[in-house]
């Protein structure tokens, strides 16, 4: 491998034939360069999905009324109902697959009419009763302070956690909020968290000018009663939540006289079912990736092939030559198949590194643009899938070069000098 005389044959090989050996080491250039910028492409994508994700638990649900369509045991159908406090604790009764439970309940406003007052600053937010569970469920990035506790729910306390976008509206540059009072609905509330949302879409938005109060709180302050809005709901560990989802309707149509056959009476969105959607895409999009890299890899590694056998007739007396004065056939298989390998990897290390160095191209022109996450975001390429390419390489390569050495050593050193 390190014979220096070897190597110097090589290089003066190449070196005779410069347009074919350019032209032969694109092929194998070009299809790892395709491969690890599809590769770094698709990263992007998947990326960009989880990102708009956030950090949503993906064995979560969210249930939500919706009007009847069915007649049932008098009630007509189109007949509009709403979940009630006593609905919480009836799931978390009946269903031990629940981990974790959180009532929501958004206020009025905020649609246009201010309805948030501090000094001469009004604003129109989102007002939304929590409970500590779903900043489990969904989480968002805590900047300052905390997040409404169980003690703020028993005591109905006039807290509130605000979003950023409420931050900036509300208060001076560089003011502190924490301790600070706003005045939402005619009632003041002493602000003790500040958050940021971690999506990076639409939903960022929304999220960022919301203001979280403790859920009894809200349901005192808007005259609501015991009406909850929506739930959101995670599984156990060794549950799914699909199964969590099908009892939670069943339990809600017995409690709120529902016929069991109106699948359209309780409205749901299952995100461990979009999540694993989202899963088989992005694997049936990787494995597409890797069968046309490969493929355009494999078309460059036969270009490779094709060449060395044009060389090898080529050399047909040289290598006459060298069986006659004692080289052995391995002696002669072994620079062959050196000659092909370095050729395939000396291109593929060029086209990997280039490809590696566009994809952080890219990534570095959208971090310093701001540009719109929400669909693609931090294209990268995984050290290991680098690496498995390079080793697809060099296996190519030997393939690509056994060949033509097998077909070298198979003519008769005799033959082969004579060999015009």
């Known amino acids: 491998m390190f014979d220096l005389d070897r ?4 290089f003066s090989t190449l070196k005779k034939n410069k347009l074919r050996t350019f032209f032969t080491a694109f092929g194998v250039f070009w299809g790892i360069f ?54 919480t604790q009836a799931l978390i009764d009946n269903i031990p697959e629940i981990e974790h439970i959180a009532p929501r309940l958004q206020g009025w406003g905020g649609n246009g009419n201010n309805n948030v007052i501090r000094g001469e600053r009004t604003g129109a937010f989102t007002i939304q009763g929590d409970y500590p569970a779903y900043n489990i469920i969904d989480p ?43 005045r939402i609905q005619g009632v003041y509330f002493k602000v003790v968290g500040t958050f940021q949302s971690k999506k990076n879409d639409h939903q960022a938005d929304r999220e ?54 109106d699948d359209r009476a309780i409205g749901s969105f299952n995100v461990e079912n979009e999540f694993k959607k989202m899963t088989k895409l992005f694997a049936g999009i990787n494995g597409l990736i890797w069968i046309v890299g490969i493929g355009t890899l494999l078309a460059g590694v036969i270009g490779v092939s094709n060449i060395m056998l044009i060389v090898v007739k080529e050399r ?18 072994t620079q ?42 931090n294209p990268e390429v995984d050290f290991d899938k680098a690496i498995t390419a390079l080793i697809v390489l060099v296996i190519a ?7 033509p050495a097998k077909k070298a050593v198979s003519i008769k050193p005799i033959d082969a000098i004579r060999n015009e």
Request: net charge positive.
């Open 316 to 333: 047909t007396k040289e290598i006459g030559i060298q069986r006659a004065i004692g080289a052995t056939p391995l002696n002669i298989i």
């Open 140 to 182: 968002v990035k805590m900047l300052s302070g905390r997040f409404i506790n169980k003690i703020d729910i028993d005591e109905k306390r006039k807290i509130a956690v605000i979003g950023i976008r409420i931050v900036d509206e509300m208060f001076e540059p560089g003011e502190k909020p924490i301790g600070q009072y706003l």
């Open 397 to 403: 390569g030997a393939l690509a070069g056994f060949i």
């Open 7 to 10: 190597w110097q044959e090589i």
């Open 336 to 377: 062959i198949i050196t000659e092909s390998v370095f050729l395939t990897a000396l291109a593929g290390y060029i086209g990997l590194a280039i490809g590696v160095g566009i994809v952080e191209l890219v990534n570095y022109i959208l971090i310093k643009t701001g540009a719109d996450k929400a669909m693609f975001n």
């Open 34 to 87: 395709m491969l690890i910028i599809m590769l770094g492409s698709g990263k992007g994508l998947h990326n960009g999905a989880n990102t708009g994700m956030g950090d949503l638990a993906t064995n979560s649900m969210f249930m939500w009324t919706r009007r009847t369509t069915i007649p049932y045991k008098g009630f007509p159908r189109g007949r509009f109902y709403r979940f009630k406090n006593n609905d």
């Open 208 to 261: 960022n000018q919301q203001i979280c109060i403790p859920f009894t709180t809200l349901q005192k302050t808007y005259n609501y009663g015991d009406i909850v809005g929506w739930y959101a709901i995670t599984a156990k560990s060794n549950s799914s939540v699909s199964l969590v989802e099908e009892k939670a309707k069943a339990l809600m149509k017995t409690r709120h006289s529902i016929s069991p056959d």
